[in-house]
């Protein structure tokens, strides 16, 4: 069992980490996505957690103006190298 998992019990702990951050979230009534803003700089998400992983993307690129891919890094490209054999390692749930 992983130390975090994206879990609906994880939903309430993105939220107060994003108001924290200073973002004003909200729920989109009519394509029921997860919303949130700061300083114009707005974002969906189909869950809390969606919206958190979103603005971490926007923290790490920290943007002055909106350019069309802003978000985008393409080197080096991994998704489709993702290994799919657990690296050696003892989780710390393991070390209690």
Do not use: C
Request: charged residues 30%; hydrophobic residues 35%; without cysteine.
């Amino acid at each position: 069992m992983p130390a975090l998992s994206i879990y609906s019990n994880v939903e309430n702990t993105a939220l107060v980490i994003l108001q924290r951050k200073g973002y004003r979230v909200w729920k989109d009534e009519r394509s029921g996505l997860f919303m949130t803003e700061k300083n114009g700089w707005d974002f969906a998400g189909e869950s809390a957690t969606d919206l958190l992983a979103a603005v971490a993307i926007y923290e790490h690129h920290a943007p002055t103006e909106y350019q069309e891919y802003w978000w985008k890094i393409d080197d080096p490209f991994l998704y489709e190298s993702v290994p799919t054999r657990r690296p050696d390692y003892r989780s710390v749930v393991e070390k209690r």
